[in-house]
């Protein structure tokens, strides 16, 4: 295998400020020390954490047992995930959860409030006959009540798994059938850009495909909308609910038993239904919680990620929850009913910490600097990226802009299976560079490979990011299918590491930079390029908002490059076909000739999932002359694909 060629350069870098690093929870001192300790022994590391960070019902024996890609954490220990949410947080007067609808109603319910809610939806679950192992589907949006399901659930030992809710009822019918849920839990709607969404339509459409395990649907009333109920399976939320507060004994789990069950899509078209434990699982996010987001009581802090995702799970509810903070969650587009949605909720609710994803910053930049400029955002002091690497010009405005140049951004690199954050900056202890993710939390021991496994020494030079040693919140497994779990994340290289599927490099500094997904590399005339660094490249030009760059099939370059490309708002000066020269010769002075896009397509938009990510699987299928392969009822704006269809 010929190595990963970078060309990208970045030598901005930023310090945190004195006030900052005083007040953090992770000093450089705390830093080295935690590096300190794993490396001298990592059972006695990660026990000690456990032991502190976890209310045990019995405490565990061993640390980490078992070997690849098969390993067991806090083995003999004894605990309940949802009462290391609630039960230690209540009596004290704390808010748990702020909620802003689209139409800005606001909710704020306590921990009591909330612990008096999950008990007694305990109970109603319990009366439905579920018991410890069974499994739950959750299709709802992102509001208190899908909160509370997940946390009573946890409270009973019942397997959760959560499905956007953008999903259509064929991608819903094929959860259900994986994982033979017995029980589906909706809203009868929802508003999302001032349209309802009739998410129990959806379910009784995937029930009618076929889903024998389902015994009942429970439907909570979200709005004021007429919905088909079948008395013979459907439930209302609020006729099953206990009138008075019953308290329900959270059920003893070992630190081993599955938490969720939680479907992320496949390359085959099958979506791979990832497992998570209890112990270890809680155990990072309360870890990345407090160290990566210097969390303090008197913090709010917001994800943007629906909880369809595994960033709705560990940064919207169990990782907060457990260390006793306040979450702000908003159940509503970004820019809907305006353009600055987010801006002025921050305002409103002095957010103080902020935690989203590349491609929302890069639409928001779209729609002009003047939009935040409205608002006091000073109530910020962190921010943050998730779900794909940022570019350094997104990164720079996120920081003067939203930032006020005086919050560090910690930009964190992890995965569905990874459970937590894996590589970020230490926002009080790292010098930070816009677009990497800096390096290894302590615990986590990384290192980028080539084909036959051996480490790549070279800096710059790029290979497979890959994880050598386990880690507590690291998946167990794909539900039902083992031998898809080792084929995918350990064989390659004979169990030796856990394989994250990604490619990266290190920089002179020996920071890592994540440069795309492995099959985004593309092999132009003998160099293989990672397509993030062009992307990069791409909307630095003062004209561009968004791109996303794939290859396709070239007689004479074995494959050349397509970069599909949306233009801000300012854009008025050339003609497309003028434009895609310079870009080209923008790309050219940036990185190189060999990286230069042979065709460039200009759309409205890029085909994104609600959630914000570009589905660059589309793009390929559209460069390549394809049909359209997979699943497609989470993008943004279905009609974008017709467009780009259109303009090849």
């Known amino acids: 295998m010929k190595n990963i060629e970078s060309k990208l350069t970045e030598s901005r870098s930023y310090k945190p400020s004195e006030s900052f690093e005083k007040k953090a929870n992770i000093t450089k001192e705390i830093l080295f020390e935690l590096n300190s300790q794993y490396k001298k022994n990592p059972d006695i590391f990660w026990g000690e954490l456990a032991k502190k960070h976890i209310d045990w019902i019995e405490e565990f024996k061993t640390v980490c047992s078992g070997s690849a890609p098969f390993f067991r954490w806090f083995e003999e220990g004894k605990l309940n995930v949802s009462s290391n949410c609630l039960d230690r947080h209540i009596n004290k007067n704390k808010k748990a959860i702020i909620h802003i609808s689209e139409d800005n109603n606001k909710t704020v319910i306590t921990y009591d409030e909330l612990y008096v809610l999950v008990n007694n939806f305990s109970h109603s679950l319990k009366e439905l006959g579920l018991v410890k192992g069974d499994r739950v589907i959750i299709y709802m949006p992102t509001i208190p009540e899908a909160i509370t399901a997940m946390l009573a659930c946890a409270r009973l030992g019942v397997i959760h798994s959560i499905v956007f809710a953008g999903f259509s009822s064929e991608s819903l019918k094929d959860r259900i059938n994986d994982c033979n849920a017995k029980i589906?839990?909706?809203?009868?709607?929802?508003?999302?850009?001032?349209?309802?969404?009739?998410?129990?339509?959806?379910?009784?459409?995937?029930?009618?495909?076929?889903?024998?395990?389902?015994?009942?649907?429970?439907?909570?009333?979200?709005?004021?909308?007429?919905?088909?109920?079948?008395?013979?399976?459907?439930?209302?939320?609020?006729?099953?609910?206990?009138?008075?507060?019953?308290?329900?004994?959270?059920?003893?789990?070992?630190?081993?038993?599955?938490?969720?069950?939680?479907?992320?899509?496949?390359?085959?078209?099958?979506?791979?239904?990832?497992?998570?434990?209890?112990?270890?699982?809680?155990?990072?996010?309360?870890?990345?919680?407090?160290?990566?987001?210097?969390?303090?009581?008197?913090?709010?802090?917001?994800?943007?990620?629906?909880?369809?995702?595994?960033?709705?799970?560990?940064?919207?509810?169990?990782?907060?929850?457990?260390?006793?903070?306040?979450?702000?969650?908003?159940?509503?587009?970004?820019?809907?009913?305006?353009?600055?949605?987010?801006?002025e909720i921050i305002e409103a609710n002095k957010v103080t910490i902020f935690y989203t994803a590349p491609t929302a910053i890069r639409t928001l930049m779209k729609l002009g600097e003047h939009l935040p400029k409205k608002y006091n955002l000073n109530s910020l002091r962190l921010l943050g990226t998730v779900g794909e690497p940022i570019n350094p010009k997104a990164w720079i405005w996120y920081q003067s802009n939203i930032g006020g140049k005086k919050c560090p951004i910690v930009d964190t690199w992890w995965q569905t299976e990874t459970g937590a954050n894996m590589i970020a900056p230490i926002p009080g202890a790292t010098q930070t560079i816009p677009g990497t993710?800096?390096?290894?939390?302590?615990?986590?021991?990384?290192?980028?490979?080539?084909?036959?496994?051996?480490?790549?020494?070279?800096?710059?030079?790029?290979?497979?990011?890959?994880?050598?040693?386990?880690?507590?919140?690291?998946?167990?497994?794909?539900?039902?299918?083992?031998?898809?779990?080792?084929?995918?994340?350990?064989?390659?290289?004979?169990?030796?590491?856990?394989?994250?599927?990604?490619?990266?490099?290190?920089?002179?500094?020996?920071?890592?930079?994540?440069?795309?997904?492995?099959?985004?590399?593309?092999?132009?005339?003998?160099?293989?390029?990672?397509?993030?660094?062009?992307?990069?490249?791409?909307?630095?030009?003062?004209?561009?908002?968004?791109?996303?760059?794939?290859?396709?099939?070239?007689?004479?370059?074995?494959?050349?490059?397509?970069?599909?490309?949306?233009?801000?708002?300012?854009?008025?000066?050339?003609?497309?076909?003028?434009?895609?020269?310079?870009?080209?010769?923008?790309?050219?002075?940036?990185?190189?000739?060999?990286?230069?896009?042979?065709?460039?397509?200009?759309?409205?938009?890029?085909?994104?999932?609600?959630?914000?990510?570009?589905?660059?699987?589309?793009?390929?299928?559209?460069a390549r002359g394809e049909d359209i392969s997979g699943d497609t009822s989470t993008l943004e704006n279905e009609n974008i694909l017709a467009q780009l269809k259109n303009i090849l």
């Open 437 to 622: 993710c800096t390096h290894p939390l302590p615990g986590i021991d990384v290192d980028i490979v080539d084909d036959d496994g051996n480490s790549i020494n070279k800096r710059n030079q790029g290979g497979n990011l890959v994880i050598r040693k386990p880690w507590p919140s690291m998946l167990r497994g794909i539900w039902n299918d083992e031998e898809r779990y080792k084929q995918t994340y350990w064989e390659k290289y004979n169990n030796k590491y856990y394989i994250t599927g990604d490619t990266a490099r290190l920089d002179n500094n020996g920071n890592i930079w994540i440069m795309g997904r492995s099959d985004d590399v593309v092999n132009v005339s003998g160099h293989r390029l990672g397509t993030m660094e062009i992307e990069s490249a791409i909307v630095s030009h003062e004209y561009v908002a968004e791109s996303a760059v794939v290859s396709y099939q070239h007689e004479i370059k074995g494959e050349a490059i397509h970069a599909f490309v949306t233009l801000k708002n300012n854009f008025t000066e050339y003609n497309n076909t003028e434009f895609a020269k310079e870009l080209r010769e923008w790309v050219k002075e940036k990185i190189g000739s060999i990286a230069k896009p042979e065709r460039i397509s200009f759309s409205d938009s890029l085909p994104k999932t609600r959630s914000g990510k570009i589905m660059r699987r589309l793009l390929r299928n559209l």
């Open 184 to 343: 589906v839990i909706t809203v009868n709607a929802f508003k999302r850009n001032g349209k309802i969404i009739e998410a129990k339509n959806t379910v009784d459409h995937a029930l009618s495909l076929g889903c024998p395990s389902i015994e009942k649907c429970i439907i909570y009333k979200n709005i004021n909308e007429n919905t088909k109920f079948n008395k013979d399976k459907d439930l209302w939320w609020h006729d099953i609910l206990a009138k008075e507060s019953i308290v329900v004994e959270p059920e003893i789990m070992s630190s081993e038993d599955l938490l969720f069950i939680l479907y992320t899509s496949g390359s085959t078209g099958k979506p791979k239904g990832i497992v998570h434990s209890s112990a270890g699982y809680l155990l990072n996010c309360i870890l990345t919680n407090k160290w990566v987001f210097d969390l303090k009581d008197d913090d709010l802090f917001w994800c943007t990620a629906d909880i369809g995702w595994i960033t709705g799970h560990s940064y919207v509810v169990y990782g907060p929850l457990a260390t006793g903070s306040t979450i702000l969650i908003y159940d509503g587009a970004p820019t809907y009913p305006k353009a600055d949605r987010f801006w």
